[in-house]
């Protein structure tokens, strides 16, 4: 066969990858362990008769979610091994993203954190019925239960991510106007005009995984948070900078010190005010923050 010629199951899944991609990183938070995914689908997918695969989306995204579950059984145990919160690893990601309102908002690290407090079979389902509009049927067979089953679970996860979501639907653009106020804030190191953008329950949750400083547990409260701010982020030796991003599809803040990547920081805006504060600094999980990572709906 010659080189430039590429054979019908592997076009088939390259033509797919961005999608099985998204539906894996949205269950998992990872996309080290997305890409984990990935590799375990394709070995099983070439080793499908395309002869008797009525729909290829279908099959390839029940073989990504089954690969999933599987995996998160995995990160369950590392989780509890995790020194410190767990957040999920952000992805710098392309323009078109951020103008996906509801691509975005389902990527957002704020959601992504509720959907935590699923369990893996709630996270699937919500993912696939919410995020990407499958079928209950082709749900069902991708996680062996039910049509029905499958629809009184999708119920359940609605109404519980439903009830932890902010109160108001927040624009991107309010969400810029807050991190341009938070980064003048840093910039300045006045403690009013963080508070000021900082909601009265505010919660700051630090990811350093143990190999950077990071709080061990959620800090809560507009004091204790912009305390904490100022002084860490606002007292560390060195220059410390803030430059605008886009990160799962949401405005963001890249955060370097004397130069070098420090970490990314990332808002849950409730109204006009700060309700949440994610600073992810672990190393291992800013790989995905330099260079752009195509996500999509695959509608």
């Known amino acids: 066969m010659p080189d430039h010629v590429v054979d019908p199951a592997t076009a088939s899944f390259l033509s797919y990858r961005n999608l099985l991609f998204t539906v894996a990183y949205e269950m998992l938070g990872s996309a080290a362990d997305a890409e984990d995914v990935l590799q375990e689908t394709w070995l099983r997918w070439i080793d499908v008769d ?41 992805l710098l990601t392309t ?19 509720v959907l935590e407090t699923l369990s893996p079979t709630e996270r699937a389902v919500f993912v696939l019925r919410e995020v990407f509009a499958v079928d209950y049927d082709d749900i069902a067979a991708a996680i062996g239960r039910t049509t029905t089953a499958v629809r009184q679970i999708a119920h359940r996860a609605r109404r519980h991510v439903d009830a932890r979501r902010p109160r108001q639907t927040v624009s991107a653009g309010q969400t810029r106007a807050a991190l341009k106020s938070l980064q003048s804030a840093i910039e300045t190191g006045d403690p009013q005009s963080l508070l000021d953008v900082l909601a009265p329950g505010v919660v700051l949750v630090g990811d350093g995984g143990g190999v950077k400083h990071a709080t061990l547990r959620p800090v809560t409260g507009a004091d204790k948070v ?74």
């Open 226 to 299: 912009a305390r904490m701010f100022l002084g860490g982020l606002g007292k560390v030796p060195g220059t410390l900078t803030t430059h605008p991003i886009t990160i799962n599809g949401n405005p963001a803040l890249l955060v370097r010190l004397d130069g070098e990547l420090d970490g990314v920081l990332t808002v849950r805006v409730d109204g006009s005010l700060i309700d949440g504060l994610y600073y992810v600094r672990n190393p291992g999980k800013l790989t995905h923050v330099t260079t752009e990572t195509p996500l999509t709906l695959g509608r």
């Open 50 to 90: 395309l002869s008797q695969v009525r729909d290829e989306r279908a099959y390839l995204v029940r073989i990504v979610t089954r690969q999933s579950l599987n995996r998160m059984r995995t990160m369950k145990r590392r989780r509890e091994a995790y020194v410190g919160p767990w957040l999920p690893e952000p």
């Open 95 to 113: 323009p078109d993203i951020a103008e996906d309102v509801e691509l975005a908002d389902s990527m957002s690290i704020a959601l992504m954190l």
